[in-house]
C-alpha cells in the first residue's frame, strides 16, 4: 500500500492534481467513425508520484475523455493510495461533514464528490485496521453506510476485504 504525505490526492481541486500529473492523448481503436480516425481523443492521465493512471476512450471529444480520464484517476487514487490520519484524533472533512445526512451518506459513485469521500473513508478503516465499525464511528455514519459507500467501488471493496482478512476479520457482505 502507497502513502502520501497531506491532502490525499483525490481531494485536491483539480488544477492541483494535474500539477503532479502527465496527460497524454492519443488515438484508439473501436468505434467513433471518421473523428476518432483523424484526431487524438483518447486520454491518459498518470500521476506521477505514484504511478496511478485513468484512461478514456470512449468519447469522440478530447475534453470529454479528459473529463472522464481524471474521475476514473481520482477513484484508483482514492482505493490503492492512502494518506496517514490518526484514527482516533481523525475529524471528518467539511466535504464528508456537509454530505452527511445524520448517520447517513448518500452520494452516487459517479458524482465528482465520491473520490474523495471514498479516499476519506478508506483512509479512516485502514487506520483503524480494518475495523469499518470503528472507522464508522469515527467519521459519525452508520456502519452499513460505510459498508455501502465502500461497495460501490469494486477495487476499494476488495481491498477492505483483503485486509480484514489479513486482520483474522470475517469479509463484509
Known sequence: MEYVQGI????????????????????????????????????????VPTGVVGAATERRSQAQNRS?????????????VRSKTHHERHRPSELWVRRRQG???????????????????MD????????????AGVLDISMSQLAKLIRHNKKAFAV???????????RLK
Do not use: W
Open 103 to 121: 448517520r447517513s451518506m448518500s452520494v452516487n459513485p459517479m458524482h465528482a464528490d465520491y473520490p474523495a469521500l471514498l479516499a476519506e473513508a
Open 124 to 135: 479512516v478503516i485502514v487506520a483503524r485496521r480494518y475495523d469499518v465499525a470503528g472507522a
Open 68 to 80: 472522464r480520464a481524471i474521475f476514473r484517476l481520482r477513484l484508483k487514487l482514492a482505493s490503492t
Open 8 to 47: 490525499h490526492p483525490s481531494m485536491l481541486e483539480e488544477a492541483d492534481l494535474l500539477k503532479d500529473c502527465e496527460v497524454e492523448f492519443g488515438r484508439a481503436t473501436g468505434p467513433g467513425g471518421q473523428n476518432r480516425n483523424r484526431r487524438d481523443t483518447a486520454t491518459t492521465v498518470t500521476h
Open 160 to 170: 477492505v476485504n483483503r485486509g480484514r482478512e489479513d486482520q483474522g476479520l470475517p
